[in-house]
């Protein structure tokens, strides 16, 4: 099983930047997937999750309106385009896999750097 993390960086304030979560090793398509962010110091923390299908998405209430998660079955890829974003959004970004029946499955994580 490998979750991959791709896309982060240095951004400037306001800018934008898409992660990517590439998906081997099991069905990915039965699996909803969350991103997480820790930050500096702090603990991990829920940013967004999108359902098995799609269909469904929830959003922490400090990126909603600015990010937007979702996934392509076909690629086995779950994708966060980030707009807007702001220095507190800096932190290592991970990606997460759960099944209500099976282990959870988590990536190594992408960091982003936002700063002028």
């Known amino acids: 099983v490998q979750l991959v993390e791709s896309g982060g960086g240095l951004v400037q304030p306001g800018g934008s930047l898409r992660l990517s979560c590439a998906a081997s090793?099991?069905?990915?398509?039965?699996?909803?997937m969350s991103w997480y962010r820790q930050g500096p110091g702090k603990e991990r923390d829920l940013v967004a999750t999108?359902?098995?299908?799609?269909?469904?998405?929830n959003y922490a209430d400090s990126v909603k309106g600015r990010f937007t998660i979702s996934r392509d079955n076909a690629k086995n890829t779950v994708y966060l385009q980030m707009n807007s974003l702001k220095p507190e959004d800096t932190a290592v970004y991970y990606c997460k896999a759960s099944h209500a029946l099976k282990s959870d499955y988590w990536g190594q994580g992408t960091q982003v750097t936002v700063s002028s």
């Open positions: 090793g099991f069905t990915f398509s039965s699996y909803a």
């Open positions: 999108i359902s098995s299908a799609g269909r469904s998405t």
